[in-house]
């Protein structure tokens, strides 16, 4: 178990988070660039001490500003994966993985056999006398992690292991690493841009903003109740701020955005308030439609994605006002013939509108 | 660099001379370095050592930061680090630093000839011997500056063809980080 509570400033910057990894899960780190990610995956490594807080591994204090306690990096049981990796160029892939035993000075044989072992498990068993320049992203990947994971981490941190790999060996190597980690006996901090990432990976997802954890919660959770437009957004949930404009009872009740307005079953709170609409909600059509759907808005297909991994749902983006995420199945896109920069119309019901604060 | 070398080999004997600060207590213990071989290696090195330094720190700058920071979550000591990491990174600077070092003491005179002397057999150094030559046999000095040409330019050679393998740093570019 992790319990972690740090507060750190860098020059304008803040970060001021709190943390609790369970045991044996990943939890995934997401936020934008600058939003104090890998600064909270260095403070628990020990690559930076935080300011004030305190993070505690198993019972055992890593940090305690009170009692003044700050283990140094090379003495916490951290497995750390940074971005760019950082192999030793210098060293073969066998002498990467095992660096870190020798430093430990464990015994010259069981050094090997943990080396090989390691190598052969994340399936780089037959590199191990090439040197990092020679090996493929995917690869040096591999042979990151093995050197992160040889020395039986209790905590491991990954920042953005996929990230500096094309698209095909990412969608190869997500696999394998999820198999990975569900078998790993530690507890994980996962940091990731992407949202098929953290859907995959993270049982437990922690969104950070400008140095805040602004949400946290399973999946689940966070689809039902982003909190902010950037959760919503990452998720690829439709997310509207605005306020209640009452107009008589036959109407019902209507909230105006800034980009127009939109129509709710039922009354929330009075003043600003966010709703969401799962693009699930979103029905298309190639007329206007005369059903019950209460919302509609005109506009062009902008982008038609398909949803991994399986790929029976696409993901519509509409350059309606305001703009719509909608997500249809295959058969549906086919039937109608939809394509890219085609006209449409965006409907869903006021019961479709969720109001979420 | 840019003290005369007769001013540092001045310097030199008025430091390590029988009544100077540090040659004070070394002739107290018996030692005494002024005009010995031993004073020629010390001008040497103190007219050299700054070709060594400047490459030397900026090989050493230059391992990058991140390879640090992966040692130090491999649980590494920062004598562990230096030895497995940051000297075999800067090996190549090192060494180009020591052959700049050796070139310019091979050719030392100045500091040399103040602090040890002339001494045939024990000081004189092959510059000196040049020097001496050409006032006798120019047919000695000839042969004796080509040779040191011939080692300087020897040196430099090696540098330069040396196993590409001492330089692969060179061609390590990590990706951009966050």
């Known amino acids: 178990m992790l319990r972690a509570q740090v507060s750190k400033r860098l020059g304008s910057f803040t970060l001021n988070a709190d943390l609790v990894v369970a045991e044996r899960s990943v939890t995934v780190l997401v936020g934008e660039s600058g939003s104090g990610k890998t600064t909270l995956l260095r403070l628990l490594a020990g690559l930076l001490m935080p300011d004030r807080g305190r993070i505690e591994v198993d019972g055992a204090v890593w940090f305690d500003d009170h009692s003044g306690q700050a283990a140094p990096a090379a003495t916490r049981t951290v497995g750390y994966v940074s971005q760019d990796y950082a192999l030793f160029p210098h060293l073969t892939v066998a002498d990467n993985v095992a660096f870190g035993l020798r430093a430990l000075d464990v015994p010259r044989g069981r050094v090997q056999a943990r080396v090989k072992g390691t190598l052969e498990r994340l399936g780089v068993g037959s590199l191990a006398a090439r040197r990092p320049l020679e090996l493929s992203g995917g690869q040096q990947q591999r042979v990151a992690i093995a050197r992160a994971i040889v020395l039986e981490p209790r905590l491991l941190l990954l920042d953005e292991p996929l990230s500096s790999l094309d698209v095909q060996t990412r969608r190869e190597i997500r696999g394998e690493l999820k198999r990975l980690l569900v078998e790993m006996p530690c507890m994980t901090v996962y940091v990731t841009h992407s949202p098929a990432e953290a859907m995959a990976f993270g049982e437990r997802i922690i969104v950070l903003e400008s140095g805040h954890v602004s949400q946290c919660g399973s999946r689940d959770d966070l689809m039902r109740h982003p909190r902010s437009s950037y959760v919503a957004e990452f998720l690829g949930v439709n997310f509207f701020k605005g306020s209640l404009a009452r107009d008589g009872a036959r109407e019902g009740v209507r909230i105006a955005i800034p980009q127009g307005d939109l129509l709710l079953s039922a009354g929330g709170v009075e003043g600003e308030m966010a709703v969401v609409v799962h693009p699930r909600e979103i029905t298309l059509t190639l007329e206007a439609p005369a059903g019950s759907a209460r919302n509609v808005f005109a506009g062009t297909i902008e982008e038609l994605v398909p949803e991994p991994p399986s790929g029976e749902l696409v993901r519509v983006t509409l350059s309606t006002i305001p703009p719509l995420i909608a997500e249809v199945t295959r058969q549906a896109i086919e039937q109608l013939g939809l394509v890219e920069r085609m006209h449409v119309f965006a409907s869903f019901k006021a019961a479709g509108v969720v109001v979420v604060e | ?178």
């Open chain 2, 1 to 178: 660099m840019v003290l005369p070398p007769t001013v540092a080999g001045f310097a030199l004997l008025m430091a390590f001379g029988r009544a100077g600060l540090v040659g004070g207590s070394l002739s107290a213990m018996g030692i005494t370095l002024p005009f010995t071989t031993v004073a020629v290696v010390l001008a040497q090195v103190f007219m050299a050592i700054p070709f060594f330094i400047g490459p030397a720190r900026a090989g050493i700058a230059g391992v990058d930061g991140r390879l640090l920071d992966a040692a130090v979550t491999l649980r590494a000591s920062e004598s562990f680090t230096f030895f497995r990491v940051v000297l075999p990174l800067a090996m190549p600077s090192l060494l180009a630093g020591a052959a700049m070092t050796c070139a310019r003491a091979l050719g030392e005179f100045g500091a040399t000839i103040t602090f040890a002397g002339n001494m045939v057999g024990t000081t004189q150094t092959m510059p000196l011997a040049v020097y001496m030559a050409l006032q006798s046999d120019l047919d000695a000095a000839v042969v004796l500056s080509v040779l040191l040409l011939v080692m300087a330019f020897g040196l430099l050679m090696a540098l330069r063809s040396a196993p590409t393998g001492w330089f692969w740093n060179r061609k390590y570019a990590p990706r951009p980080g966050q």
